[in-house]
């Protein structure tokens, strides 16, 4: 079974609710006729229930960019994905980069988020992603395989289907920079290889792998044309009506 393109743009901390709404109401009329690939935007939580309302029966999902590992309680400034659920959310990413370094996201916490985004029956987008001293070290395979096993801990090859992984080197997010698609290929087919030894080729074959990290209308064609490229996670490129549209009908 081919693998259906996955595209989500990740909005990071940008947008006011009315800015995500008018935004999504352009992209609706944009994207209205794209049938064969997924469409995730990410707004800020605090858009999120707006943004879902605009795009009832509409060919876009919506994400949010982290949730917690429970469902209520002593948290203060968290939201759980419980309540996401309620908003009509479907994705969460977890595990971003910028959440990492600066959120305290290491691989065990963002391990108990996504068996709480499961538990809620909404699906994840997982990131990994080696630093350019990693890389440089030539480390990479090292550090994402930590990060693979780390992250997917627990997790019962069932829930596989309700979870994409996006490989976004973090010397490529934000910079300018993208990795080759070449290079981003190999680190990919090296993390497919690593779901199939932790749980069977059938599930390797059917994983989404994404790329993200300065892709744009310019590089997506060729990103998408290797063949363990499943999607992009856009940041920067996300937040024009324009480009996110160009990248989405690649
Ligand atoms: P970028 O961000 O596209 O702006 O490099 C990607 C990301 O952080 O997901």
Same mark, same amino acid.
């Given at each position: 079974m081919a693998r259906t393109p996955i595209i989500a743009g990740n909005w990071k901390m940008y947008k006011t609710p009315k800015e995500s709404v008018e935004f999504v109401r352009q992209l609706r009329d944009q994207l209205r006729d794209v049938k064969d690939r997924e469409i995730v935007v990410c707004p800020t939580a605090l858009s999120a229930a707006a943004v879902v309302e605009t795009l009832r029966f509409s060919n876009i999902q919506v994400g949010c960019q982290d949730a917690h590992w429970e469902n209520e309680g002593a948290y203060t400034g968290n939201i759980s994905p419980a309540m996401f659920k309620e908003a009509g959310v479907r994705y969460i990413i977890l595990g971003h980069s910028e959440r990492r370094q600066l959120d305290n996201d290491t691989d065990t916490r963002i391990n108990a988020k996504l068996k709480n985004v499961l538990r809620n029956s909404l699906k994840a987008i997982v990131c990994v992603g080696e630093t350019v001293l990693e890389r440089e070290a030539g480390k990479t395979e090292k550090v994402i395989e930590a990060q693979v096993k780390g992250c997917f801990? =627990?997790? =019962?090859? =069932? %829930?596989?289907? %309700?979870i994409v992984i996006a490989y976004e080197p973090v010397w490529a997010i934000g910079t300018g920079k993208t990795a080759t698609p070449e290079q981003a290929n190999e680190v990919h087919t090296f993390i497919r290889g690593l779901v199939a030894k932790g749980y069977n080729s059938e599930a390797a074959t059917n994983m989404r792998i994404q790329y993200g990290g300065s892709v744009k209308p310019e590089n997506i064609k060729q990103l998408m044309a290797q063949p363990d490229i499943d999607g992009a996670l856009v940041g920067g490129a996300s937040l024009k009506v324009d480009s996110f549209g160009a990248i989405v009908q690649f």
């Open positions: 801990e =627990g997790i =019962g090859l =069932g %829930d596989l289907a %309700d």
